[in-house]
């Protein structure tokens, strides 16, 4: 009994090993890959999007992908991107138009999980998730709306109030069109708020208090708001 239980342990060890270590055919990796990804950033509330269109086999290990990557809400430019296959691991490398460089390993969840490497050295984690057109589309949507402005309850005085919602001006010498968000005031005055310098929903907020109808805030702090 006992050698007997040995050898299946033994059998199921090489079953197991060949199993963990079996290459993928062609089309399996086109059914896993073809598609629309949804790819966030942390830290931009923009979202992109990786299409991918067809799958070639470049190497035994290697499968290169026609692609197209960029801003969900503009047209996505070619993209040069490949899929590197081991036993264990599949890994994206794909390199945008602009240069900027995504590097992803995929998860048992199917997500892709990685870095960004921006064009001017920076480095942000990102996530590619695969969604149907309708799915990719309601996400998009979502994430370009932006962030739930509340609306001030009755006892938040109204010269505080007032300032809630969704403001834009432009400013002179060359700063242009920038962006306040006003997401929430409570009964004291205290703003939740975002300032930007473009339209997109922001990420990083900062409370204020709006004293005697006036809100005020460094806009810059680097600069010490110059």
């Known amino acids: 009994m ?3 239980l040995v050898r299946i342990a033994i059998a199921v060890a090489f079953f197991g ?3 963990v270590h079996a290459q993928p055919s062609l089309t399996q990796v086109q059914t896993d890959l073809v598609g629309s990804w949804l790819a966030t950033v ?23 992908l ?11 430019a070619e993209a040069d991107a490949e899929i590197s296959q081991t036993a264990t ?3 994206l490398a794909l390199t945008a138009k602009s240069g900027a460089k995504v590097i992803a390993v995929q998860t048992p969840n199917g997500i892709f999980s990685g870095m960004f490497h921006f064009t001017n050295g920076t480095t942000k984690p990102i996530n590619l998730t695969k969604l149907s057109a309708e799915e990719l589309r309601t996400k998009v949507e979502a994430a370009l709306k932006g962030p739930e402005i509340l609306k001030p309850a009755a006892e938040v005085p109204a010269s505080c ?16 069109q920038q ?15 975002a300032y930007l310098g473009n339209k997109w929903p922001p990420t990083n907020y900062e409370m204020v208090e709006i004293k005697d109808g006036v809100l005020e805030w460094l806009c810059n702090k680097s600069t010490s708001g110059t």
């Open 179 to 193: 962006w306040l968000w006003v997401t929430s005031i409570d009964s004291k005055c205290m703003a939740k708020i």
């Open 66 to 76: 026609e692609a197209v990557f960029g801003y969900s809400d503009t047209k996505q």
């Open 2 to 4: 006992i050698k007997l």
């Open 161 to 176: 109030a007032a300032f809630s919602g969704k403001w834009t001006g432009t400013w002179g010498y060359g700063v242009g």
């Open 42 to 64: 942390e830290g931009d509330a923009r979202p992109r999007t990786l299409k991918i269109t067809s799958v070639q086999q470049k190497s035994e290990n290697v499968f290169s």
């Open 89 to 91: 691991e599949r890994k």
């Open 17 to 19: 090993f060949g199993m």
